[in-house]
């Protein structure tokens, strides 16, 4: 071998040397054994990808050669993506835009990754941002909210103002005084149903606190014009004022009415009761008296004079007492110098459920002819609940108005339909020629 030859082969030896390194710090032999480096092996705990970063299973890697490896000893190799885990990229939702009321910010429409809860201006994730865009809040408009009398059964309100914003009550102008519907409401006159009274009969007359009024004044049993129950004092001449009597029903006392049907009248306790009295003077002489729930002491009642002759309406509230029921009792305010007929009929606004209306008593014409008007007059309506036996209703309607003039169409059989709310019942007429 000549020198040329030798640094040749030495060459050649040294190049398969360094080859043989190289290939040893890129890769290991298929035993994972290799015989120029032995790996140096570190655990790469495991880790979670997030939206933008990879994360990766555990692996072990060698300082030496940057291998990956699936175990300890470095015998079993890890392709790249057999142990990282790619990054999931943000995915975005969208939050609509949030009106902003008087009370709260609103925020404009933005997205949201649902993995990360990055904001983003943008659909594609492209602009993040801190947070949402605001919408200021909005200031109280407030719209002045004229008062409304309560009518019937239905609850008026006060005057106050709303909000079109956010529809807040206030009971001033400047929006400073902040109220409820309920505590603005009007209660109306009429919370249920409405019934008319029927009174005591004579023997429930009785004095009180012995001013003599049972030897002066009498009470007996009655009808009125209209036919509803009624109670006729009989003022003795030399009843004297201040001489009281109790006369009235008991609130929660079965009535026998005229024709051997009861009428019982609810309770009330704790809660107003309006009345209202058709009081008819038959006398020659001018009568003052009182008029009032007995157990309430003085809370309501009415003084009322009604001159000789005259027939005049009474009205009173009988205020909220402890007791569950209550006897009216008269008072004469005035002396009486001949004896003098007054007589009283009324209507009792209370409360009360209704299950079932029917007729109390029958209306008094029932056959009319052509040319004759048609009226209610004599019809009596009761209404029936669970709370309470029955009680005469006066704010019924008909679905044939009184007054209307019957012609030849309408001969025959008619059917009267009377309802309360939702309840109805009906009566025949017929119309001949
Ligand atoms: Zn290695
Ligand atoms: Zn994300
Ligand atoms: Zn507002």
Redesign the pocket.
Known sequence: MNKTKRIFVALIMALVTLTSVMFAGCSVGTNGQNPF?T??LTKVTPKAATCLEDGNREYYT?S????AFADVE?TVMLFTNQYVIPAKGHQVLKHGEKKATCNSVGSKEHYECRWCNTLFKDADGMFQIEEAEKLPVLSHLLTKVLRKEAVGFTPGWEEHYVCNNCDTLYKDAEGLIETTLEAIKIAPSLTDFEYKIAFTPAANVESINGTGGAEYISATYTTADNGLPATQYTLKAGAKANMEVEAWIHSVVSQTMANGQNLRVPTFNGVARKMEMIVKNDGAQDVSFRYYAENYGDKGGVDVTIAAGETKTVTFEVKPGGSIGCNYAFKLLSDVSEETKITMYGYFYCEGEVDSISLYRDADKKNFKVGDSFTLDGLVVKAKGASYDEVVIANYMTDLEEGYVFTAEDIGTKTVTVAYGEYTTSYQITITA
Do not use: D, I, L
């Not at 030496?64 to 291998?67: F, K, Q, S, V």
């Open positions: 480096h790996h140096s060698c030496g050669c940057g291998g470095g």
